[in-house]
């Protein structure tokens, strides 16, 4: 059974960093590429940031380029997203999700809760 | 970037009538749609992916179409557990996702 938990959630002060986890299970995690997606409360989802099986591709939306960095572990099963100089427009739930080679979506975490808030 | 339109923003159906939600690109995207269901609370779920491939599990009343820049999800006949909000995605240049804003289908 394919599992993606997130973790690294909490309540950060505008300005401050905040480093996210999911660690992933069920399935062999160098072969997919893996993403971030962002819903703010009451909002729809926006994605934030993909990463390809081995590292080579990344991207990031315009929205937290050049403050976000995603990394994977692949001997950890796991993938990260670093998130710097965070404000309140970063608050909402990250979930984590696998993207088979269609590109798409097929497997979603449960999200950890980020809210920036002085 | 792509940018995606769904409409209606809500939807009014009654249990076993039909529900067709639309979804735009505002550049083609070929066949690279993929349409999500999100119940409150709960992450979102694959349905449909290459515009018009069923997702394991996902039963028949749920059918997709389109390609380009238009792109329509067909609910046959609305169950109770089909009220939720749905999102199409595109997936054409990687890696660069983006959703639409949802349709929220209400019970009528």
């Known amino acids: 059974e394919v599992q993606l938990v997130e973790s690294g959630g909490g309540l950060v002060q505008p300005g401050r960093s905040l480093r996210l986890s999911c660690a992933a299970s069920?399935?062999?995690?160098?072969?997919?590429?893996m993403h971030w997606v962002r819903q703010a409360p009451g909002k729809g989802l926006e994605w934030v940031s993909g990463?390809?099986?081995?590292?080579?591709?990344?991207g990031y939306a315009d929205s937290v380029k050049g403050r976000f960095t995603i990394s994977r572990d692949n001997a950890k099963n796991s993938l990260y997203l670093q998130m710097n100089s965070l404000r309140a427009e970063d608050t909402a739930l990250y979930y984590c999700a696998k993207g088979p080679a269609g590109g798409h979506f097929d497997y979603w975490g449960q999200g950890t809760l980020v809210t920036v808030s002085s | 970037e792509i940018v995606m339109t769904q409409s209606p923003a809500t939807l009014s159906v009654s249990p076993g009538e039909r529900a067709t939600l639309s979804c735009r690109a505002s550049q083609s995207v070929s066949s690279n749609l993929a349409w999500y269901q999100q119940k409150p609370g709960q992450a979102p779920r694959l349905l449909i992916y290459?515009?018009?491939t069923r997702a394991t599990g996902i039963p028949a009343r749920f059918s997709g179409s389109g390609s380009g820049t238009e792109f329509t999800l067909t609910i046959s006949s609305l169950q109770s557990e089909d009220f939720a909000v749905y999102y199409c995605q595109q997936y054409n240049n990687w890696p660069s996702r983006t959703f639409g804003q949802g349709t929220k289908v209400e019970i009528k």
């Open positions: 069920g399935f062999t995690f160098d072969d997919y590429a």
């Open positions: 290459g515009a018009s």
């Open positions: 990463i390809s099986w081995n590292s080579g591709s990344i």
